[in-house]
């Protein structure tokens, strides 16, 4: 299902989120700071995006908005024995080394950077820029449903084994799913990946280890089989009971099935992973069936070394390479570094696009492409400042506010055209069969025009420059729907992250041709924690009627992408308070019908609904040196904040 591209149900980085019931692709370089001149694309608003670029393509601007750019060169030169360096981004370091990772440490930095080098997950994605499991490289085989869909076999491959040469058994795996039970018993926080009643553990009624090699999972209802494989099974890495089922260093292997033995199992496994100091050294940690194992950790920096682990029993190059990961305060500091060749693998700020020729020339190849999943401005459904909530609750005021947004111009100018289209929550790149046709064209083009007939239609006085008023109150035909009074202003504020600075570029271009047709739109920004405190609770809303709408980023979806959790009522990450029964519906099937193309029905409906304003995905944008070189899909992987350098290697 969908997360936050930061973190499992906390966003915890500008531009990032990660959602409580799918697994998430955690956080993303965030956008650089743009140049000033871009900056004047947003004062000029009036005169069309689509016509501002102070860049030339012979400076290397991007003048596509399909997503992708650059190419990955096949695999070639010889593999030699090196070390490579690749660059941490700023905000990006690790803070959790046990698998079972609470939710304000659930980010891409620890979870995909850093704990999948050394503890794989059942199943891996993606494959490239694919958004699709890779049989490959998982540590199991394809599971088996039975029982009306109740019933989950997992097969365990026999190539996979810890690094001391113990093989991985099915107790492994039920010994995650047992300390994660452990874990949100003390508090549902404890496990970012948590959502109550949903997935694991709470939908595991029983399970069983009938051999070394197969775990049976009995749940508590049927599920949708591709739901429960690409975004629930995807979130379990084995762990090895022979070393860590225990409550003290020394301490004898307890039974972990035993409740109580489990809970002093968790409780002294996250003891452990809270001694950041002690990651390179503490014994529990060397233990690992990934490709690589920490020797070196700086828990004041977020700098490590990882080295090969030669029990890896995956898909690697003929020589793997040693990893360090180089921490960098600013996005500045980490482009100069790739300027000056000091960084074997690391990533283009966005501003930096029209020096792509530079890195070129550097020694470096590039490739960008946009993330699987969505960035939106979130609506506020329960804010009754100005009967906001409905007014918001109008369709076809949702869909004036898309057609006012113009996605191309976006990305031309604020992008430099390094970004893709995105007009629900299953984007039109990167490609998935679950991609509805009403994603793939605008189905709400931009049109100042079409938005102002839309509030004429609809009842509203529309003054262009000013603002429009509900001029027809009254739930009929050409009538401005229930709730609205006569004389109700269209006016409302909009909060933004003030970082990365495309939040601000964006929303102020979108209130500028909003104010063309009478929205008044007060736009107020602060820092991504500021906005986030005012706008992301929706357990606790006490400013619940301080925002309107709120631009602080975004989901990386799962390989099965439904919205459970952030579009259904009451979801733990519905901060907009969304409340839609048909949405309801749809989003219940894609987890618990037999249909394996359910979530395809509920990303068209919300495409249609628009129950946020969808914008573009901005790329990610690799660079690495020539002299590195690998599987092709590896490296494309990056792009989705996927690192898999065992699959690299350096040719001198």
């Known amino acids: 299902m969908t997360r936050p591209r930061t973190a499992q149900a906390r966003e915890l980085e500008p531009g990032t989120r990660a959602s409580g019931t799918t697994r998430s692709r955690g956080k993303p370089v965030s956008p650089p700071h743009r140049a000033a001149a871009l900056a004047v694309c947003a004062v000029v608003a009036t005169m069309g995006l689509a016509a501002c670029s102070e860049a030339s393509p012979s400076s290397g601007s991007v003048t596509s908005t399909s997503g992708a750019f650059g190419a990955v060169p096949p695999a070639s030169g010889t593999p030699h024995v090196g070390t490579i360096t690749w660059a941490e981004s700023p905000g990006a370091a690790p ?26 997950p059942l199943y891996w994605y993606p494959n490239g820029v694919a958004p699709t499991v890779v049989s490959s490289m998982s540590l199991a085989y394809p599971p088996v449903y039975s029982g009306s869909d109740k019933t989950v076999t997992v097969r365990l491959k026999t190539n996979y084994k810890w690094s001391d040469g113990r093989p991985i058994t099915s107790k492994d795996v039920l010994f995650y799913i047992d300390e994660v039970r452990a874990a949100v018993k003390e508090s549902g926080a404890n496990w970012g990946l948590y959502t109550p009643h949903i997935g694991i553990p709470d939908q595991v009624a029983s399970a069983s280890t009938p051999n070394a090699t197969t775990l049976v999972l009995h749940l508590n209802k049927a599920v949708n089989p591709q739901w429960f494989t690409d975004d629930v099974l995807i979130e379990i890495s084995p762990m090895p009971v022979h070393a860590w089922a225990k409550d003290s260093p020394n301490g004898p292997v307890l039974d972990f099935t035993n409740p109580a ?129 409905n007014i918001i609750n109008q369709l076809y005021i949702r869909q004036a506010l898309a057609h006012l947004e113009d996605q191309e111009g976006y990305i031309k100018a604020f992008f430099h055209g390094a970004g893709g289209l995105a007009y629900g929550p299953v984007p039109s790149v990167p490609a998935s069969p679950y991609t509805p046709a009403n994603a793939l064209k605008n189905p709400y083009p931009y049109s100042v025009a079409t938005a102002a007939a839309l509030l004429r239609l609809h009842g509203w006085s529309v003054v262009p420059g000013g603002t429009s008023t509900c001029a027809k109150p009254g739930t009929g035909a050409g009538e401005c729907g229930a709730g609205i009074p006569a004389g109700t202003k269209l006016a409302f504020n909009v909060l933004y992250a003030s970082a990365p600075v495309i939040f601000g570029e964006q929303v102020t271009a979108w209130a500028s041709d909003a104010k063309k047709v009478g929205i008044d739109i007060t736009l107020q920004s602060g820092t991504f924690n500021h906005v986030i405190t005012v706008a992301n609770d929706p357990g606790s809303p006490k400013t619940i009627n301080q925002w309107a709408m709120a631009a602080t980023g975004g989901f990386a979806d799962a390989p099965y992408p439904t919205t459970m959790g952030i579009f259904s009522t009451g979801g733990s990450l519905n901060n907009g308070f969304y409340n839609n029964s048909e949405a309801d519906r749809l989003i219940m099937a894609s987890v618990t019908s037999n249909n394996p193309s359910a979530v395809k029905s509920e990303a068209s409906y919300l495409t249609q609904e628009q129950p946020s304003l969808f914008q573009p995905n901005y790329d990610f944008i690799a660079v690495w040196k020539n002299n590195v070189s690998g599987q092709p899909a590896a490296i494309e992987a990056m792009t989705q904040y996927s690192l898999n350098t065992e699959l690299m290697y350096l040719t001198n």
């Open 95 to 120: 803070t959790w080394i046990f698998p079972v990772t609470p939710s304000t440490d659930t980010t891409a930095g620890t979870l995909f950077d850093f704990q999948a080098e050394s503890w794989r």
């Open 261 to 389: 033995n489990a809970k002093k199992i968790y409780n002294y496994l996250a003891k452990q992973s809270g001694a950041t100091g002690t990651y390179a050294t503490n014994p529990l940690w060397q233990i690992v069936d990934g490709p690589y194992h920490l020797t070196a950790f700086n828990n004041t920096t977020g700098a490590y070394t990882m080295a090969p682990n030669p029990s890896y029993g995956g898909p690697h190059s003929a020589r793997v390479p040693g990893l360090q990961a180089i921490p960098y305060t600013s996005d500045t500091a980490e482009f100069n570094a790739v300027l000056s060749r000091s960084i074997d693998i690391g990533y283009m700020p966005l501003k930096d696009v029209p020096q792509l020729n530079t890195v070129k020339a550097a020694g470096y190849h590039v490739f960008g492409y946009p993330f699987f999943g969505f960035e939106y401005v979130n609506y506020n459904f329960a804010d009754k400042t100005g009967d906001f909530n």
